[in-house]
């Protein structure tokens, strides 16, 4: 292991570890506390949930968004549900078959160790949640109700009709207004964070533009957390908000924070299919569909029959047949890459040929068309106001967007970056997917690192940190605004004639296609090339119109491609570099004969982390290796 | 098909302001209106032109971000939809009738007094998060929460507190209203909490906050003219605003 890379995972049993860790870590005073301050970028699930929790505890919490309000950051967008332990269904669920369900869906490339901790906190996030009001579905009697996901078998997923993230975040949102409203925190909206501040060596605050006056402010802190969302928007077309992006941890990581495992992209496979060239975004239709409906295609390429026509023996319901035991609840890389293979076959349906059938006929038939609509009303209305067609008649046509990224910021255990003062939380960080998400586990994670990992690891810091005096004349704080400044007159000043989206289109087009759902050595190479090439172009030909010194849309989307730009690069470098497959990354040279992943555990059972350069050297890639005790390697099958 | 978008420009919350026509052709009317004016900017930014800025994120009828007054309805007056799921065609079926060919689609901000225009169609809403400030919590703190199962909520109860809850902050209640109030907004927020065993502790301290808060924050009073039922993109209704007024009248009497 790299001497950068220190995971600080407790020693003793898996059960006991998180017990422990949270007796050693060291307390800071009540006094104390209201003479620190920190920082908190973004203001989701992860970050709202922290702010909140940090302020309570007396720290001075600043909380800064790039949206006009917390409660429209993209976990809102969150549909089907959040999973917890509680084993109400009795069913045979426990913090232990959670823990091992999470690491198997993630084909073993997480910290086990994280893995055990998220599902022991995950029953305290539920009861959290229902303290602050979030409605939760109920069952007649008045106990929480529950469906199931993608990857397991028991029913552990809580929800509130298809709106989960909307409710769970206005929680966490009111739980900021509660604490803004006391004093102890100062939320900052319509901000965005532009670089990191490092002095000798620690996180102490950040820079960011004011999007509404467009002047650059710097937030000096004693610790910055980072919840600012993952980077599936790299790829222009995903289900991700069409603001989700990358500057923040893409900032980080040029300041000396590893980034890893960025090749790790989950696509997910009940997303609508893409039907123009200006399309803004994809839709997700939520997973929880997998529950009742059944995925197929015609058994024939080319059969140009309307569905209802096709009789049921000339349907081929790949996913009960190829896995027979967990059928349409594989896990979201299985399920993906399946619509791929049954496409690329040529069975794919009309029109384009890129989209398979979820059908819901089966489930009418079997508890009745109010029950379903009771279940799936939002989605079901939100289907047909896109499509046009009604998913109880017609079956909906489906097919993989780029949807949530495994990959981001190294942490150790307590969630801290290799910038010491510096956390990453909720899908920013890396920690607890592996190389492949369970549905209904990010708003679990980000919600456990928020509640109760972040705010008593920032403390411990904060406790043991000896933190220099920090101002705006010291001359890191100088840089980092000057650097900021010079990076958005390098956009502004640019005399191109081409908007920021053709490029973020380009990259996007040639990620999509070496870099998706299938990649081999010879198209990442292909795609390095071509990326460079982009990037020159970019810089030289990109257009936005007015100044840095005001409201200016196109100036934050212009910066925001810039970085996608680099970030893509790392991608396919540590896809390259990741010569095996594993859940989402599948490499063309290590399948198997029916096309699933072949990991290469003796080689690859590590974390790859990449460590910024300076002078346009390559990045430095590191290793943590992975040790799995609880629950040893195996094959992961779902058949 | 060609179309004209009819957009209210202005630089900054100090300067004037005034409509003006933007041409667009080319448009399939299966589009989504903002993914018109997504085309329009790229054409715009080409020129050099400043392009038109508007507030949009999650793109499927969630986040609130998008908020545009189209052809004089706040989301453009499509049932239970916000901007961002209007299509073009369904714009234009709202709009006056082509008079040479193109239709015409008005585009202006959510235009009310406690919510200062930005830029072009972009208001600050930072008031609506001021009246939640008041009041519109649980005061809870991490870790002091009971197992979830503890307090049975029968499903009449959790039901309703999820309609109410299902508000999405985008304001066109208050654009629509002709008082520029916030009532369904602060209503919805009063209804989800105090429907639920969790908000009754604070049920009359709540509703006091919230229509003091409404005040303090610049939105006109509810005259019950019901604009603001008709045009909520999660069809919350104006019974939330009894429920608000009830729960403050109570807590006025008991003096709690």
Same mark, same amino acid.
């Given at each position: 292991?790299?001497?950068?890379?220190?995971?600080?995972?407790?020693?003793?049993?898996? /059960?006991?570890?998180?017990?422990?860790?949270?007796?050693?870590?060291?307390?800071?005073?009540?006094?104390?506390?209201?003479?620190?301050?920190?920082?908190?970028?973004?203001?989701?699930?992860?970050?709202? +949930?922290?702010?909140? +929790?940090?302020?309570?505890?007396?720290?001075?919490?600043?909380?800064?968004?790039?949206?006009?309000s917390p409660r429209r950051a993209h976990s809102v967008a969150a549909q089907g549900g959040i999973n917890a332990a509680k084993n109400y269904q009795n069913d045979g669920d426990s913090v232990e078959r959670l823990f091992r369900d999470t690491l198997k869906g993630g084909d073993f490339r997480s910290r086990e160790a994280n893995v055990y901790r998220l599902a022991e906190l995950s029953n305290g996030i539920v009861d959290q949640a229902v303290a602050q009001g979030v409605p939760f579905a109920r069952e007649y009697g008045g106990a929480l109700a529950n469906r199931s996901f993608g990857g397991a078998l028991v029913s552990r997923t809580f929800y509130s009709r298809g709106q989960t993230g909307q409710q769970l975040l206005l929680g966490a949102y009111q739980a900021v207004a509660k604490e803004a409203a006391r004093g102890g925190l100062t939320l900052l909206a319509r901000r965005e964070m532009l670089d990191l501040i490092v002095v000798d060596g620690r996180a102490r605050g950040v820079v960011a533009r004011n999007l509404v006056s467009g002047a650059l402010e710097t937030h000096l802190a004693d610790a910055v957390v980072l919840a600012t969302g993952g980077y599936a928007n790299v790829y222009h077309l995903s289900t991700n908000a069409r603001g989700s992006n990358a500057t923040a941890i893409w900032r980080a990581y040029r300041r000396g924070a590893a980034f890893a495992n960025p090749c790790f992209v989950q696509f997910h496979p009940t997303c609508l299919p893409v039907s123009g060239e200006h399309q803004a975004k994809l839709t997700l239709m939520s997973e929880s569909l997998r529950n009742d409906g059944r995925v197929w295609v015609p058994g024939q390429a080319g059969d140009g029959r309307r569905p209802e026509d096709i009789p049921e023996d000339e349907r081929d319901y790949y &996913?009960?047949? &190829?896995?027979?035991?967990?059928?349409?609840?594989?896990?979201?890389?299985?399920?993906?890459?399946?619509?791929?293979?049954?496409?690329?076959?040529?069975?794919?349906? /009309?029109?384009?040929?890129?989209?398979?059938?979820?059908?819901?006929?089966?489930?009418?038939?079997?508890?009745?068309?109010?029950?379903?609509?009771?279940?799936?009303?939002?989605?079901?209305?939100?289907?047909?106001?896109?499509?046009?067609?009604?998913? &109880?008649?017609?079956?909906?046509?489906?097919?993989? /967007?780029?949807?949530?990224?495994?990959?981001?910021?190294?942490?150790?255990?307590? &969630?801290?970056?290799?910038?010491?003062? #510096?956390?990453?939380?909720?899908?920013?960080?890396? +920690?607890?997917?592996?190389?492949?998400?369970?549905?209904?586990?990010?708003l679990m994670q980000t919600l456990a690192d928020g509640y109760f990992i972040v705010p008593p690891s920032v403390g411990n810091y904060l406790a043991t940190a000896r933190l220099s005096p920090v101002s705006e004349a010291t001359s890191e704080v100088r840089d980092a605004v000057a650097s900021a400044e010079s990076r958005i007159g390098a956009l502004v000043g640019s005399r191109g004639g081409l908007p920021a989206a053709q490029f973020h289109r380009a990259l996007g087009d040639l990620l999509w296609n070496h870099c998706g759902l299938a990649r081999s050595e010879a198209g990442l190479v292909a795609a390095l090339r071509q990326i460079d090439e982009l990037r020159g172009r970019f810089w030289r030909d990109v257009r936005v119109p007015g100044s840095g010194a005001s409201f200016n849309q196109e100036l934050e989307r212009a910066g925001r491609v810039a970085d996608f730009l680099e970030l893509a690069e790392l991608m396919c470098i540590d896809a390259v570099a990741r010569d095996e497959s594993a859940g989402c990354h599948l490499r063309e040279e290590h399948q198997t004969q029916d096309g699933e992943p072949r990991r290469d555990d003796a080689h690859f059972a590590h974390v790859a982390a990449w460590m910024h350069t300076a002078g346009g050297a390559p990045p430095r890639r590191l290793i943590e290796p992975l040790v799995f005790e609880a629950a040893p390697l195996e094959v992961r099958s779902y058949r | 098909m060609n179309i004209v978008l009819r957009i209210w420009r202005q630089e900054s919350p100090g300067s004037g302001g005034a409509f003006v026509d933007h041409p667009l052709s080319d448009v399939d009317p299966g589009w989504m209106l903002l993914e018109a004016l997504d085309v329009l900017n790229e054409k715009l930014v080409a020129r050099d032109r400043r392009p038109i800025a508007f507030d949009s994120d999650c793109r499927e009828g969630i986040c609130g971000a998008c908020g545009v007054v189209v052809n004089g309805r706040p989301h453009g007056g499509m049932p239970h939809a916000t901007t961002c799921e209007l299509s073009v065609g369904a714009a234009l079926a709202s709009a006056p009738r082509p008079t040479n060919g193109a239709g015409v689609i008005t585009l202006e901000p959510f235009r009310t007094g406690a919510f200062p225009v930005v830029c072009d169609l972009v208001v600050d809403r930072g008031a609506l998060d001021r009246v939640i400030m008041a009041g519109g919590f649980v005061t809870v703190r991490t870790g002091s929460a009971p197992e979830a199962n503890t307090i049975p909520i029968p499903k009449a109860d959790a039901d309703p507190a999820l309609d109410a809850a299902a508000c999405i902050g985008c304001g066109a209640c208050v654009a629509a209203c002709p008082n520029g109030s916030a009532a369904l907004f602060a209503g919805a927020k009063a209804s989800h909490l105090g429907r639920l065993p969790q908000g009754k502790p604070e049920q009359g301290r709540r509703a006091l906050s919230l229509v003091r808060a409404l005040d303090d924050a610049g939105?006109? /009073?509810? +005259? #019950?003219?019901?604009?603001?039922e008709a045009v909520c993109p999660k069809d919350i209704r104006t019974d939330v605003i009894a429920r608000l007024n009830r729960d403050a009248l109570r807590a006025r009497i008991r003096g709690r």
């Amino acid at each position: 292991m790299s001497a950068e890379l220190q995971p600080g995972v407790p020693s003793g049993p898996i /059960a006991g570890k998180w017990t422990r860790r949270r007796a050693e870590l060291a307390l800071v005073g009540p006094v104390q506390k209201r003479r620190h301050r920190v920082v908190v970028v973004g203001a989701g699930l992860a970050g709202a +949930s922290a702010a909140a +929790s940090l302020s309570e505890l007396g720290y001075e919490t600043l909380c800064l968004c790039f949206q006009d309000s917390p409660r429209r950051a993209h976990s809102v967008a969150a549909q089907g549900g959040i999973n917890a332990a509680k084993n109400y269904q009795n069913d045979g669920d426990s913090v232990e078959r959670l823990f091992r369900d999470t690491l198997k869906g993630g084909d073993f490339r997480s910290r086990e160790a994280n893995v055990y901790r998220l599902a022991e906190l995950s029953n305290g996030i539920v009861d959290q949640a229902v303290a602050q009001g979030v409605p939760f579905a109920r069952e007649y009697g008045g106990a929480l109700a529950n469906r199931s996901f993608g990857g397991a078998l028991v029913s552990r997923t809580f929800y509130s009709r298809g709106q989960t993230g909307q409710q769970l975040l206005l929680g966490a949102y009111q739980a900021v207004a509660k604490e803004a409203a006391r004093g102890g925190l100062t939320l900052l909206a319509r901000r965005e964070m532009l670089d990191l501040i490092v002095v000798d060596g620690r996180a102490r605050g950040v820079v960011a533009r004011n999007l509404v006056s467009g002047a650059l402010e710097t937030h000096l802190a004693d610790a910055v957390v980072l919840a600012t969302g993952g980077y599936a928007n790299v790829y222009h077309l995903s289900t991700n908000a069409r603001g989700s992006n990358a500057t923040a941890i893409w900032r980080a990581y040029r300041r000396g924070a590893a980034f890893a495992n960025p090749c790790f992209v989950q696509f997910h496979p009940t997303c609508l299919p893409v039907s123009g060239e200006h399309q803004a975004k994809l839709t997700l239709m939520s997973e929880s569909l997998r529950n009742d409906g059944r995925v197929w295609v015609p058994g024939q390429a080319g059969d140009g029959r309307r569905p209802e026509d096709i009789p049921e023996d000339e349907r081929d319901y790949y &996913l009960e047949r &190829l896995y027979p035991r967990y059928g349409n609840l594989a896990a979201r890389d299985v399920a993906s890459r399946a619509a791929k293979v049954v496409c690329d076959e040529g069975r794919g349906v /009309a029109p384009g040929g890129r989209a398979v059938f979820l059908d819901l006929r089966d489930a009418v038939d079997r508890v009745g068309a109010g029950a379903l609509r009771e279940r799936y009303g939002n989605l079901f209305e939100m289907y047909e106001r896109i499509v046009g067609d009604d998913p &109880l008649r017609t079956p909906l046509r489906i097919y993989p /967007a780029a949807h949530y990224t495994m990959g981001g910021l190294w942490v150790d255990y307590d &969630l801290m970056t290799t910038i010491p003062g #510096l956390f990453a939380a909720g899908e920013a960080n890396f +920690s607890d997917h592996g190389a492949n998400r369970l549905g209904a586990s990010a708003l679990m994670q980000t919600l456990a690192d928020g509640y109760f990992i972040v705010p008593p690891s920032v403390g411990n810091y904060l406790a043991t940190a000896r933190l220099s005096p920090v101002s705006e004349a010291t001359s890191e704080v100088r840089d980092a605004v000057a650097s900021a400044e010079s990076r958005i007159g390098a956009l502004v000043g640019s005399r191109g004639g081409l908007p920021a989206a053709q490029f973020h289109r380009a990259l996007g087009d040639l990620l999509w296609n070496h870099c998706g759902l299938a990649r081999s050595e010879a198209g990442l190479v292909a795609a390095l090339r071509q990326i460079d090439e982009l990037r020159g172009r970019f810089w030289r030909d990109v257009r936005v119109p007015g100044s840095g010194a005001s409201f200016n849309q196109e100036l934050e989307r212009a910066g925001r491609v810039a970085d996608f730009l680099e970030l893509a690069e790392l991608m396919c470098i540590d896809a390259v570099a990741r010569d095996e497959s594993a859940g989402c990354h599948l490499r063309e040279e290590h399948q198997t004969q029916d096309g699933e992943p072949r990991r290469d555990d003796a080689h690859f059972a590590h974390v790859a982390a990449w460590m910024h350069t300076a002078g346009g050297a390559p990045p430095r890639r590191l290793i943590e290796p992975l040790v799995f005790e609880a629950a040893p390697l195996e094959v992961r099958s779902y058949r | 098909m060609n179309i004209v978008l009819r957009i209210w420009r202005q630089e900054s919350p100090g300067s004037g302001g005034a409509f003006v026509d933007h041409p667009l052709s080319d448009v399939d009317p299966g589009w989504m209106l903002l993914e018109a004016l997504d085309v329009l900017n790229e054409k715009l930014v080409a020129r050099d032109r400043r392009p038109i800025a508007f507030d949009s994120d999650c793109r499927e009828g969630i986040c609130g971000a998008c908020g545009v007054v189209v052809n004089g309805r706040p989301h453009g007056g499509m049932p239970h939809a916000t901007t961002c799921e209007l299509s073009v065609g369904a714009a234009l079926a709202s709009a006056p009738r082509p008079t040479n060919g193109a239709g015409v689609i008005t585009l202006e901000p959510f235009r009310t007094g406690a919510f200062p225009v930005v830029c072009d169609l972009v208001v600050d809403r930072g008031a609506l998060d001021r009246v939640i400030m008041a009041g519109g919590f649980v005061t809870v703190r991490t870790g002091s929460a009971p197992e979830a199962n503890t307090i049975p909520i029968p499903k009449a109860d959790a039901d309703p507190a999820l309609d109410a809850a299902a508000c999405i902050g985008c304001g066109a209640c208050v654009a629509a209203c002709p008082n520029g109030s916030a009532a369904l907004f602060a209503g919805a927020k009063a209804s989800h909490l105090g429907r639920l065993p969790q908000g009754k502790p604070e049920q009359g301290r709540r509703a006091l906050s919230l229509v003091r808060a409404l005040d303090d924050a610049g939105f006109g /009073a509810c +005259s #019950l003219h019901g604009e603001c039922e008709a045009v909520c993109p999660k069809d919350i209704r104006t019974d939330v605003i009894a429920r608000l007024n009830r729960d403050a009248l109570r807590a006025r009497i008991r003096g709690r």
